[in-house]
């Protein structure tokens, strides 16, 4: 069983940038592809980001070329670097883990994922 934990997300001005984090354990860690998904407020859950095991990356078109998602298979954690935020970057950013062995994809649909944390909060103010 894998256990996910953001952290990382707070409040901030539009322009600025935040670094989100998501440490995994209970799984060997370079084995998953994981990903990066948010909620806006009344809004359904969207993708945002996503890594294979083997590095590569894909991301939504909204935030491409202003978000570096990236992985330390040695800290089993995943990163999201925000850069250039804005306010409809506001939401709930959540990561999400599943087992792939013999893929190098990167997913890009809720359904794809079989683990989530719980969630940290961006708030972007103009």
């Not at 940038?17 to 909620?39: D, E, N, P, V």
């Not at 990356?57 to 089993?76: H, L, P, Q």
């Amino acid at each position: 069983q894998v256990l996910l934990v953001e952290s990382g997300g707070g409040s901030v001005q539009a322009g600025d940038s935040l670094r989100l984090s998501c440490a995994a354990s209970g799984r060997t860690f370079s084995s998953l592809a994981m990903g990066w998904f948010r909620q806006a407020p009344g809004q359904e859950r969207e993708f945002v980001a996503a890594i294979g095991n083997g590095g590569t990356t894909a991301y939504a078109n909204s935030v491409k070329g202003r978000f570096v998602i990236s992985r330390d298979n040695a800290k089993n954690t995943m990163y999201l670097r925000l850069n250039t935020l804005k306010p409809e970057d506001t939401a709930v950013y959540y990561c999400a883990a599943r087992s792939t062995y013999f893929s190098n994809d990167a997913y890009t649909t809720a359904p794809e994922y079989q683990v989530w944390g719980q969630g940290t909060r961006v708030v972007v103010s103009s």
